[in-house]
T-cell receptor
Framework: SQTIHQWPATLVQPVGSPLSLECTVEGTSNPNLYWYRQAAGRGLQLLFY??????ISSEVPQNLSASRPQDRQFILSSKKLLLSDSGFYLC???????????FGPGTRLLVL | KNEVEQSPQNLTAQEGEFITINCSYS?????LHWLQQHPGGGIVSLFMLSSGKKKHGRLIATINIQEKHSSLHITASHPRDSAVYICAAWGNQFYFGTGTSLTVIP
């Protein structure tokens, strides 16, 4: 069966510090991978998606970036965090049909 | 205007009540999902619909493609149903509603 992992589960970082969140998927090959952010009191916002290694599409311009160094690994990064980057970050994967997405447990990020 | 609108935003119910959460969308879609987000943040997919109605236990989801509307019903609600319910429409990408926060009081 397929599983999706995210770490860390919780992160508190000062403004201006770098960020690296990791997401890995097991049990499937060539998944589509997604990063979402859910800010407090708001809905899910798609940040990045990837259909293959090295292929990243950005939905929202911001100080975040994403990379996919391996087929089942998706990394969300920032060189300098802003207060507005606080939120709940969810990674998800889907198959080729893209109709059903499976979500990871999420990373709660607090920028102080 | 969001592509997906949910109502109500917040809902409080007594245990045992019948609950309805509504979702309207303005984009062309091939499927609509209902997601449940627990207080800890984890998200679980409840239903994927492209037409008609689906039932799973006490949960029922319906969709009317012509009216671009879907509903999620919970029969005999229970405190463990307390969660945020999110409607997500799949067109060429996912469009998410802002969620309905449900609290079921014993």
């Amino acid at each position: 069966s397929q599983t999706i992992h995210q770490w860390p589960a919780t992160l508190v970082q000062p403004v201006g510090s770098p960020l690296s969140l990791e997401c890995t998927v097991e049990g499937t090959s060539n998944p589509n991978l997604y990063w979402y952010r859910q800010a407090a009191g708001r809905g899910l916002q798609l940040l990045f998606y990837s259909v293959g290694i090295g292929q990243i599409s950005s939905e929202v311009p911001q100080n975040l970036s994403a990379s996919r160094p391996q087929d089942r690994q998706f990394i969300l990064s920032s060189k300098k965090l802003l207060l507005s980057d606080s939120g709940f970050y969810l990674c998800a994967w889907s198959g080729v049909s893209q109709e059903t997405q499976y979500f990871g447990p999420g990373t709660r990020l607090l920028v102080l | 205007k969001n592509e997906v609108e949910q109502s109500p935003q917040n809902l409080t119910a007594q245990e045992g009540e019948f609950i309805t959460i509504n979702c309207s969308y303005s984009v062309g879609i091939s499927a609509l999902h209902w997601l449940q987000q627990h207080p800890g943040g984890g998200i679980v997919s409840l239903f994927m619909l492209s037409s008609g109605k689906k039932k799973h236990g006490r949960l029922i989801a319906t969709i009317n493609i012509q009216e671009k509307h879907s509903s999620l019903h919970i029969t005999a609600s229970h405190p463990r149903d307390s969660a945020v319910y999110i409607c997500a429409a799949w067109g060429n990408q996912f469009y998410f509603g802002t969620g309905t926060s449900l609290t079921v009081i014993p």
